[in-house]
């Protein structure tokens, strides 16, 4: 009788604890859940995976085993004793890969571990959690366990020598690591970023828009380069064929100021410009430069040689002559339109300086490029024909402050009538830009044959004086004190 009430005071506790408990914990795993879920957390998901299996697999167990009484070695009672291990490991893996790699920091060890290897420890860790559960709930005898699988894994292995392949060739890169995600890999043809790695290939990221997949036996039997090693720096060579009538230091000349002043180029190590050969119709010259990662490649390069081709037209240098032909539109005078732009300096009028330009003394600048850097001397005045730019001055701190922008019809560097003056601004085109330069005996005529030009000129030059001295004391004024 004593034991008849014991035993059911146990089920009433036991009744009592899923009636009461279950739907406690599941309504506290719910709160934490969606408060995780407001903030972002990635503890989020396994705590999911506790709410969701885990903990109805053991509400299961709890009823079969101490409210219904099942035995031990009863097939549902295993079979749900098996699902809540599963779930339980499920859980504890998906804890240790959050607490481990979750907002690991670009840089750190845990950053740095690939996916094979995290794929590699969980397999072994899910073999041994296998282990345990075909022991302890099962009672399978481990030993013939063992050689049973050691007997069929020489079958499976014959069957799947591929996949064990790439498996076996993704352990050696795995422990040599040539390379890491965020590498960019040279395969035969191909050029890519490599974005993953598992246990069967590599993923790389080719032109930014596909991913080429790449078996593991593939890089380990053949060969590859890394370009992102020993250095992320990366160098580049494009080569230009000019004129014979370009005399070669005045390119090399051209070549390495446009390198050094296209965004994206390394100043140390400097550009390096050399004669590679002389062909049947032209020379060839090769650059070489340098930039902070592989990734810029592409967009530095296709900037440089945009840059170049207007450096060019700029210095009267011929790119390509095997089919170029004389630019009988260069030689053309300039048109009465273009000189109308300036009414104050008389360009238009009857044997005027206006009439000595042609169209090949008009310098095209890329939208971006620096046409006059502060400190630097002035070459003349420069009358801007088409496009747009900005004055700028720095101060002192590394930031830029805009004094002006000019448009088409105005003009700049007028302390060139100073004589040998330097600029007080940095002037940089905004887009494509079209400039008349007068220099020297060009300036000094028009001074002469038009005396309004030079009062315009000099009132320009005070007026931007002004506004110069004005924007370095309001950038002086926000320098912290002290």
Avoid: C
């Avoid at 720096?233 to 370009?246: A, G, K, L, M, P």
């Avoid at 207007?310 to 009267?316: K, S």
């Avoid at 001074?447 to 030079?454: K, Y």
């Amino acid at each position: 009788m004593i034991e008849f009430f014991r035993r059911d005071a146990v089920h009433l506790v036991w009744t009592l604890g899923v009636i009461l408990g279950l739907p406690l914990i599941l309504l506290s795993l719910t709160e934490a859940i969606v408060r995780l879920h407001r903030r972002g957390s990635p503890i989020e998901s396994p705590l999911r995976v506790v709410r969701n299996l885990l903990v109805p697999a053991l509400a299961a167990y709890v009823l079969l085993a101490h409210m219904a009484e099942f035995d031990s070695r009863s097939f549902p009672l295993q079979v749900v004793l098996t699902l809540a291990w599963i779930f339980g490991l499920h859980a504890a893996f998906s804890f240790l890969n959050v607490a481990l790699f979750a907002g690991a920091h670009k840089g750190s060890w845990r950053a740095r571990v690939p996916n094979l290897a995290r794929d590699l420890v969980r397999l072994i860790l899910v073999l041994v959690g296998a282990a345990l559960v075909l022991s302890t709930v099962w009672g399978t005898n481990l030993a013939a366990l063992v050689t049973a699988v050691g007997v069929g894994s020489v079958v499976l292995g014959l069957a799947l020598q591929d996949p064990l392949g790439n498996l076996y060739s993704g352990i050696i890169l795995l422990f040599e690591q040539p390379f890491t995600v965020g590498d960019w890999l040279r395969v035969g043809d191909t050029v890519g970023q490599v974005v993953e790695v598992n246990w069967r290939a590599v993923h790389l990221l080719v032109g930014g828009t596909e991913v080429q997949v790449i078996p593991n036996s593939v890089l380990a039997k053949g060969s590859f380069g890394n370009v992102s090693r020993p250095s992320r720096q990366h160098s580049e060579t494009i080569t230009v064929r000019f004129s014979y009538n370009d005399p070669p230091n005045k390119i090399k000349r051209v070549l390495w100021t446009t390198a050094l002043r296209t965004p994206g180029i390394l100043e140390e190590p400097r550009p390096s410009v050399a004669i590679l050969t002389y062909t049947k119709s032209a020379v060839r010259y090769a650059l070489v430069f340098h930039v902070a990662d592989y990734a810029q490649v592409d967009s530095v390069r296709n900037e440089l040689l945009t840059r170049i081709w207007y450096a060019a037209r700029r210095h009267r240098l011929q790119i390509q002559t095997r089919h170029a032909h004389p630019d009988a539109a260069a030689q053309a005078p300039l048109s009465t339109e273009d000189l109308r732009l300036f009414p104050q300096l008389g360009l238009v009028r009857t044997g005027g300086i206006g009439e000595t330009f042609s169209r090949g003394a008009v310098r095209q600048y890329a939208r971006g490029e620096q046409v006059v850097a502060e400190g630097e001397i002035l070459s003349g005045l420069h009358l801007i024909l088409s496009g747009q730019v900005a004055l700028t001055i720095g101060d002192g701190v590394g930031e830029v402050k805009e004094v002006a922008r000019l448009s088409r019809g105005e003009f700049f560097g007028e302390k060139a009538l100073l004589g040998l003056a330097t600029s007080n601004v940095t002037v940089t085109a905004l887009e494509d830009l079209g400039l008349l330069v007068l220099e020297g005996e060009q300036l000094q005529a028009l001074i002469d044959q038009t005396p309004r030009a030079a009062r315009e000129i000099g009132r320009v030059l005070e007026a931007r004086r002004k506004a110069v001295r004005k924007a370095r004391v309001n950038a002086r004024g926000r320098l912290p004190i002290g």
